[in-house]
């Protein structure tokens, strides 16, 4: 079956150290990626999107990449400040269509 | 720009009860989903629209749900009757064509709690 799966676990760093959250999927071959960061009691906000051909994306301080043989994104958020402290999302599409699917999400939690 | 607005933010039933939720999503946006998200987990899209016809319903449950987009802006969901289990965040999002030339953009979300 079709899966996308992130770490479940709340993810703890310290100020200022990098951040690496991790999705991985089954069974799908997306064209394309995207992260969004959810706040709580708050609508998902983008962040990036990578594409199938692309092996990185960076964004100020964000960076993800895309391996479609290992079926896995890595986001990472360097210097990381406890303003970053939320939930991140992974979600894909497949080939031929715009049908958003999203994972669980992982929470990030960053303290001084 | 202004936001995807969704309305009532909160909303608190007794199961059997019928409950609606709107939306209006970014002026220009073609696309607009509903998605549902229950509480420690990802949005599960329910139903895609573009303009005014469904791309994709394929998860939203038939026999209590259903879902319109008159005119190909706003947009309106509604639950009868409510279970316990569609106690959850409906969230509504936009996009001008397509997921794939950019990002979806949400609204806050619709809290029920079905009782």
């Known amino acids: 079956s079709q899966k996308i799966e992130q770490n479940s676990e709340a993810l703890n760093i310290q100020e200022g150290k990098t951040a690496t959250l991790t999705c991985n999927y089954t069974?799908?071959?997306?064209?394309?990626l995207q992260w969004y960061r959810q706040d709580p009691g708050r609508g998902p906000v983008f962040l990036l999107l990578?594409?199938?051909?692309?092996k990185e994306k960076r964004k100020e301080r964000l960076k993800v990449t895309f391996d479609t043989t290992l079926k896995q994104s890595l986001f990472h958020i360097t210097a990381s400040q406890p303003a970053d402290s939320a939930t991140y999302l992974c979600?894909?599409?497949?080939?031929?269509?715009?049908?958003?699917?999203f994972g669980t999400g992982t929470r990030l939690q960053v303290f001084p | 720009e202004a936001g995807v607005a969704q309305s009532p933010r909160y909303k608190i039933i007794e199961k059997r009860q019928s409950v609606a939720f709107w939306c209006n999503p970014i002026?220009?946006?073609?696309?607009l989903y509903w998605y549902q998200q229950i509480l420690g987990q990802g949005p599960k899209l329910l139903i895609q629209?573009?303009?005014?016809?469904?791309?994709?319903d394929s998860q939203l449950p038939k026999d209590r749900f259903s879902a319109e987009r008159l005119k190909g802006v706003d947009s309106t969901l509604k639950i009868q009757p409510a279970k316990l289990e569609d106690s959850a965040v409906y969230l509504c999002?936009?996009?001008?064509?397509?997921?794939?030339?950019?990002?979806?953009?949400f609204g806050e979300g619709s809290r029920l709690t079905v009782l």
């Open positions: 999002a936009s996009t001008r064509q397509g997921a794939d030339t950019g990002e979806l953009f």
């Open positions: 069974n799908y071959s997306p064209a394309y």
């Open positions: 990578i594409r199938e051909n692309e």
């Open positions: 979600a894909l599409a497949g080939n031929n269509t715009d049908k958003l699917i």
């Open positions: 002026s220009g946006h073609a696309t």
């Open positions: 629209f573009q303009n005014n016809g469904v791309v994709d």
